[in-house]
């Protein structure tokens, strides 16, 4: 947790269940990666290229920050 991966490229990594809460993935590229289960409380995801990345039964929170015109919801996330 609190990674600081903003701006990486992580296209189709397979980061299912990772302890990424309060990190920073900001501008990062997830296109395709697989973050089922992930811990993405508290994490920065704004301006992250998230099209076709697995976020089923991901974790949030209110502190969560979301791109622009993302629905974490239809995606699957799971709020706590």
């Known amino acids: 947790g609190g990674a600081n991966l903003g701006g990486a ?9 990772a302890n990424l809460g ?4 900001g501008g990062a590229y997830l ?7 992930a811990d993405l ?3 920065d995801l ?11 039964g991901a974790f949030a929170d209110e502190d969560t ?5 993302f629905d974490p919801v239809v995606a ?3 709020f706590e």
């Open 46 to 56: 704004e301006g992250a290229n998230l099209e076709g990345a697995n976020l089923g």
């Open 9 to 17: 490229y992580l296209g189709g990594a397979d980061l299912g269940g």
């Open 65 to 69: 920050f979301w791109p622009e015109g």
């Open 31 to 37: 296109d395709g990666a697989n973050l089922e289960g």
């Open 41 to 43: 409380r508290g994490a």
């Open 76 to 78: 699957g996330v799971i």
């Open 22 to 25: 309060g990190a920073n993935l």
